[in-house]
């Protein structure tokens, strides 16, 4: 049972548009979700989060949206830069009942970025 | 601050054979987590540790295990190893005092053969 979902393995955009990745969850008791940015045999690295009490968080480039009642959640990169190319990951957890350091990863879509 | 360590960062064993991989966190932080990541099952939580107790759990056989120090250095056992262990072990470190977002280290790759 896949309680996060990244229903697109791949995605490519040209240089200077935006780049949007998407994440649907099934766990109603996830309130705290993150994103990562990782390459083959490194460790991810952190870019964004956001709490469930929110539906926007920015930082930058990064945007992440939270549709809580739809259980989605995305992030929007803007614009995007060809060092963007990358495996994504959306992360969740529940951090309530102290399962705040179990994360639940998503499968990863690839982004491309093309000059 | 220094990142989060991880070592060995490669590693070839075999069957049967047992492992100890050892991962100290970001200064200060007191949570350590641990994941596996294959191409087929994708990043898989393992355990985290919090004060040297072990918090939370994931589905994992008993042959996996961990420990966690007073200074928050953490270690991962895996006994009598299958072909299937082969992976990339990740450790992640948070403060874990809600703040949980997770900052990880750059792996061990572990080859079975």
């Not at chain 1, 870019?47 to 930058?60: A, P, R, V």
């Not at chain 2, 994941?35 to 898989?44: A, D, E, F, K, N």
Request: charged share 20%.
């Amino acid at each position: 049972d896949q309680q996060v979902k990244q229903n697109s393995p791949s995605l490519s955009v040209q240089e200077g548009r935006i780049s949007i990745l998407n994440c649907d969850y099934t766990n109603s008791m996830f309130d705290y979700f993150l994103w990562y940015k990782k390459y083959p045999a490194e460790g991810p690295t952190f870019l964004i989060s956001i709490s469930s009490i929110k539906d926007k968080n920015e930082d930058g480039r990064f945007t992440v949206f939270l549709n809580k009642s739809a259980k989605h959640l995305s992030l929007h990169i803007v614009p995007s830069q060809p060092g963007d190319s990358a495996v994504y990951f959306c992360a969740a957890s529940a951090r309530s009942g102290n399962q705040g350091g179990k994360l639940i990863f998503g499968q990863g879509t690839e982004l491309s970025v093309k000059p | 601050k220094a990142g989060v360590t991880q070592t060995p960062r490669y590693l070839i064993k075999t069957r049967g054979q047992q492992v100890t991989l050892s991962c100290s966190p970001i200064s200060g932080h007191r949570s350590v987590s641990w994941y596996q990541q294959t191409p087929g099952q994708g990043l898989q939580f393992l355990f985290e540790y919090f004060s040297e107790t072990q918090r939370n759990k994931g589905n994992f056989p008993g042959r996996f295990s961990g420990r966690q120090f007073s200074n928050s250095r953490s270690e991962m056992n895996v006994s009598t190893l299958e072909l299937g262990d082969s992976a990339l072990y990740l450790c992640a470190s948070s403060p874990g005092r809600g703040e949980e977002t997770q900052y990880f280290g750059p792996g061990t790759r572990l080859l079975v053969l």
